[in-house]
């Protein structure tokens, strides 16, 4: 079938400014971390990508390691840009990123520049790009100079091979000293990447103070905590689910603790007129300082139920201290 994006696409979504940058991104984004491997149907992967698109994401995240096997996110990705998407490349907005393990020896993982600019290559090539919008370091390394990967991050824009770059997983110390480096290289630290939902809280003790302070976005990774706010795990772990198949949600971290704040959780969503995964969106979009949600999805029916956060994004009084009360 071919693919002809939908004309009102742009209608359907909100964008916000990323810090003081001049890049606005879509509050909600679609990360290719899990079900665009080698091992997923390509079918599903353009269905949604296409679904996507048409619903005025252009921000579209991924990794080098994301897969499996590693390096095949970017490849399908890749794929499908070549096939469906001729003529699109700058209506979309493509990240990439360097700093977990990714080929064996000493060069293959964490921050040095010799790692984060060969796998960057390595990522284009992938993709059959020739730039990325947005280049990370994926986490910070206690071991080389945090000087020296914020001088890789300036070389690769420098060199055209990214437009800008952003940090992941940078506590707010680190967070600090990377966007005070890049600053003085004179490539602004756009973006930080975080894990940031209900139920992982840990920006909120200093790294959005941090970074509204100094006008760097904030995008939240893992919203759904993986799909645990949705109504995924409510009777059961359905096959076929991430908590039955993958090795980063482990069934044992769906404890009747857990449980019993996720079946709270959807009550209260449902009392607002939205699902749980609408609700958890909307909850992380409310601070100002949240440029955009980065969601995952295993489906084009997912990805429909999360846009429709945007529909119900405010929240009374008493809801918020609703939530406080069940996360306690
Ligand atoms: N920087 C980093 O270190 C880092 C780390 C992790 C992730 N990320 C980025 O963040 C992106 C999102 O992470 P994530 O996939 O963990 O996000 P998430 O949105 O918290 O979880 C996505 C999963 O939740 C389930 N789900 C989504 N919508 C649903 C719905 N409406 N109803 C029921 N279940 C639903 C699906 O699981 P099923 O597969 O079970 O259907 C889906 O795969 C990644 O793709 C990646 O780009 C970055």
Redesign the pocket.
Known sequence: MTYLPLENRYQQMTYKRCGNSGVKLPAI???????FGGVDLLENCREMLWKAFDSGITHF???NN?GPPPGSAEETFGQILKKDFQGYRDEMFIST?A??TMWPGPYGDWGSRKYLISSLDQSLKRMNLEYVDLF?S??PDPETPIEETMMALDQVVRQGKALYVGI??YKPEQAEQAIKILKELGTPCLIH???Y?MFERWVEGGLLDLLGNTGVGLIA????????????YLHGI?Q???????A??KPEMITDERLNKIRQLNDLAISRGQ????MAIAWLLKDKRVTS???????A??????LKALNNLDFSGEELKTIERILA
């Open positions: 984004s679609l990360g290719l971390w899990h079900n995240d991924l990794a994301y990123k700093g977990y990370y994926h986490r992941s997983n990447q975080a894990k939902s990774f893992s919203p759904l905590a993986q799909g645990m706010l949705t109504n995924r359905p076929g689910s991430r908590a039955s198949k993958a980063f949600l699902t749980l995964a609408e949600v980065l969601i995952g999805a295993s489906s029916a997912q990805l429909d139920d999360n």
